[in-house]
């Protein structure tokens, strides 16, 4: 159960926060939740592109002892940017822009790492997918250490059609493997980057790997399995800002 954000519970409260402005991180839903207002829920989410899950009534209940009507949702913390737009506005604003994407990284303490690492060394945004994602909640910004809060975020129905979308306006994508791929001190990591990382637990899902234009890998001395993904994900940042000559320490 999520933790860390703001609860809406009740049918039409829902669907007021759904049919307005507001920022949702996700809503829920009983599983066995028909009619008129699942219709409704469920195609708002769809426009949206805000997460749905649909879990049993005794979940709900241990989240709020209120009237729930078997529909809540979370308030995210965080103002989501839109892609299109934002992929429109750093291509012509910084011209060689770096956009980090997730692939299903669950533990929001991985995802707060990964996004501090990223303000500090100079990408420009997160986009991570719709569902099959750690929360934004303040667990996770409390890891990235208010990173969250500064850098732009997308969230996104599909990684590979977002992939194949940034492809069009000239933005390489570089994935990422545990032992395959080029040793990213010998990668020319030069114009816009799209670097895309994988799971604690399966890396780059086989699909959204075969999108990619190079695979690099993180060269080892020791003999443990692989990097966290949130360590590996800060050092391949420190790698493409030395090579851009970013002031990654300007004393």
Same mark, same amino acid.
């Given at each position: 159960?999520? =933790?860390?954000?703001?609860?809406?519970?009740?049918?039409?409260?829902?669907?007021?926060?759904?049919?307005?402005?507001?920022?949702?991180?996700?809503?829920?839903?009983?599983? /066995?939740?028909?009619?008129?207002?699942?219709?409704?829920?469920? +195609?708002?989410?769809?426009?949206?592109?805000?997460?749905?899950?649909?879990?049993?009534? #005794?979940?709900?209940?241990?989240?709020?002892?209120?009237?729930?009507?078997?529909?809540?949702?979370?308030?995210?913390?965080?103002?989501?940017?839109?892609?299109? /737009?934002?992929?429109?506005?750093?291509?012509?604003?910084?011209?060689?822009?770096?956009?980090?994407? @997730? *692939?299903?990284? +669950?533990?929001?303490?991985?995802?707060?790492?990964?996004?501090?690492?990223?303000?500090?060394?100079?990408?420009?945004?997160?986009?991570?997918? /719709?569902?099959?994602?750690?929360?934004? !909640? *303040?667990?996770?910004?409390?890891?990235?250490?208010?990173?969250?809060?500064? @850098?732009?975020?997308?969230?996104?129905?599909?990684?590979?059609?977002?992939?194949? =979308?940034?492809?069009?306006?000239?933005?390489?994508?570089?994935?990422?493997?545990?032992?395959?791929?080029?040793?990213?001190?010998? /990668?020319?990591?030069?114009?816009?980057?799209?670097?895309?990382?994988?799971?604690?637990?399966?890396?780059?899902?086989?699909?959204? #790997?075969?999108?990619?234009?190079?695979?690099?890998? &993180?060269?080892?001395?020791?003999?443990? *399995?692989?990097? !966290?993904?949130?360590?590996?994900?800060?050092? &391949?940042?420190?790698?493409?800002?030395?090579?851009?000559?970013?002031?990654? !320490?300007?004393?």
């Amino acid at each position: 159960m999520e =933790t860390g954000n703001q609860l809406i519970v009740g049918r039409k409260p829902v669907l007021d926060a759904l049919d307005s402005d507001m920022q949702i991180e996700k809503v829920l839903i009983e599983r /066995e939740l028909t009619g008129e207002i699942e219709i409704k829920i469920r +195609k708002l989410c769809r426009e949206r592109s805000i997460p749905l899950q649909r879990i049993p009534r #005794q979940v709900l209940d241990k989240a709020s002892s209120a009237n729930h009507q078997g529909v809540m949702c979370f308030v995210s913390l965080i103002e989501y940017q839109s892609f299109d /737009e934002l992929v429109d506005d750093l291509i012509f604003r910084k011209g060689e822009p770096v956009f980090v994407f @997730l *692939d299903q990284v +669950k533990d929001v303490r991985n995802l707060g790492a990964i996004a501090r690492s990223a303000e500090v060394l100079g990408a420009s945004a997160l986009v991570i997918p /719709e569902n099959s994602s750690a929360a934004i !909640n *303040d667990f996770a910004i409390k890891a990235s250490a208010g990173a969250l809060l500064k @850098l732009p975020i997308s969230r996104v129905p599909s990684l590979q059609t977002a992939l194949k =979308t940034i492809r069009l306006h000239g933005v390489r994508i570089v994935a990422t493997s545990m032992k395959d791929g080029n040793p990213i001190h010998k /990668e020319d990591f030069s114009g816009p980057i799209a670097l895309l990382m994988g799971s604690e637990e399966k890396g780059i899902r086989p699909h959204l #790997q075969r999108t990619a234009d190079t695979t690099v890998s &993180i060269p080892q001395i020791g003999t443990t *399995d692989s990097l !966290n993904v949130s360590v590996a994900t800060g050092v &391949i940042l420190y790698e493409i800002a030395r090579q851009r000559g970013f002031p990654v !320490n300007p004393e």
